[in-house]
């Protein structure tokens, strides 16, 4: 049975569920977490929807035998094309999963185009068309695969003339348009904010879901009462798959690095 002191499970294709864990220690420090990044599978969003799925579910598994409390799927692509089976093998156990956070950046009202920034296989997946359709006559979205961006991300490349040469190209059929904002659709890309907005504009905004889905956690632990009360700082653990300890030292910088 789960107790309240039990870490929280995240699991990412990589580092990119950082972005989310941090989140959720800045509005829940006294908890413990166990972070999983799969670096040696990265990136998921070119993969077959299958073999994601499969890798999730080891990752899944993984983390509960850390007798995690609750698992974050912090991985768009993940969440896409595995969160329902998961939800449905582990039926005892709180499953958070994430999605582009389109409602806020419809919310914003902003005149020009929503341009939703995610991988190739998020953009393909059912879950994503839904989401699309539910919001398709209140703006105009348009979606922007970016195959190769994790990867900039995963090699430690957040910023410099490689990573906003590769930004160029993405947006050069864009720039000249009004944009609303930019939804950042996967979870290693609120790591290159700096270098996205050195090529769009600081004046545009960009929005991710990693708040919303801290904050959705928290809600889940209070409701099936599992929300730490130490007040006592909690620890983290890094595990990836590439156990390498530039890999780990690197997944510790991200969690404190400015973005």
């Given at each position: 049975?789960?107790?309240?002191?039990?870490?929280?499970?995240?699991?990412?294709?990589?580092?990119?569920?950082?972005?989310?864990?941090?989140?959720?220690?800045?509005?829940?420090?006294?908890?413990?977490?166990?972070?999983?990044?799969?670096?040696?599978?990265?990136?998921?969003?070119?993969?077959?929807?299958?073999?994601?799925?499969?890798?999730t579910i080891d990752a899944v598994e993984f983390l509960l035998s850390k007798n995690v409390k609750a698992v974050v799927i912090a991985c768009n692509t993940a969440t896409s094309a595995a969160i329902e089976e998961i939800r449905s093998k582990y039926?005892?156990?709180?499953?958070?999963?994430?999605e582009p956070a389109l409602k806020p950046a419809v919310k914003l009202n902003r005149k020009g185009q929503i341009i939703i920034m995610a991988t190739p296989m998020t953009l393909r997946e059912k879950k994503f068309k839904l989401l699309m359709d539910?919001?398709?006559?209140?703006?105009?979205?348009?979606?922007?695969?970016?195959?190769?961006?994790?990867?900039?991300?995963?090699?430690?490349?957040?910023?410099?003339?490689?990573?906003?040469?590769?930004?160029?190209?993405?947006?050069?059929?864009?720039?000249?348009?009004?944009?609303?904002?930019?939804?950042?659709?996967?979870?290693?890309?609120?790591?290159?904010?700096?270098?996205?907005?050195?090529?769009?504009?600081?004046?545009?905004?960009?929005?991710?879901?990693?708040?919303?889905?801290?904050?959705?956690?928290?809600?889940?632990?209070?409701?099936?009462?599992?929300?730490?009360?130490?007040?006592?700082?909690?620890?983290?653990?890094?595990?990836?798959?590439?156990?390498?300890?530039?890999?780990?030292?690197?997944?510790?910088?991200?969690?404190?690095?400015?973005?």
């Amino acid at each position: 049975m789960n107790i309240k002191t039990d870490p929280i499970g995240f699991f990412d294709s990589g580092v990119g569920g950082l972005s989310v864990m941090r989140e959720a220690v800045s509005i829940m420090p006294n908890e413990n977490f166990i972070y999983f990044g799969d670096s040696k599978n990265a990136p998921y969003g070119t993969k077959k929807v299958s073999e994601v799925r499969d890798l999730t579910i080891d990752a899944v598994e993984f983390l509960l035998s850390k007798n995690v409390k609750a698992v974050v799927i912090a991985c768009n692509t993940a969440t896409s094309a595995a969160i329902e089976e998961i939800r449905s093998k582990y039926k005892q156990m709180s499953i958070i999963g994430i999605e582009p956070a389109l409602k806020p950046a419809v919310k914003l009202n902003r005149k020009g185009q929503i341009i939703i920034m995610a991988t190739p296989m998020t953009l393909r997946e059912k879950k994503f068309k839904l989401l699309m359709d539910k919001y398709k006559n209140e703006a105009d979205i348009v979606s922007l695969p970016c195959a190769g961006l994790v990867e900039f991300i995963e090699q430690g490349i957040v910023e410099g003339e490689d990573l906003e040469y590769y930004l160029k190209e993405k947006f050069k059929s864009y720039l000249d348009n009004d944009i609303s904002s930019i939804v950042l659709g996967c979870t290693h890309y609120p790591f290159i904010k700096k270098a996205l907005s050195n090529v769009i504009g600081e004046e545009i905004p960009l929005i991710d879901g990693g708040l919303g889905t801290a904050q959705e956690l928290k809600r889940k632990l209070i409701e099936s009462g599992l929300l730490n009360d130490s007040k006592e700082k909690g620890n983290i653990e890094i595990c990836n798959s590439i156990n390498d300890d530039k890999v780990i030292d690197f997944c510790y910088s991200l969690i404190n690095f400015k973005i």
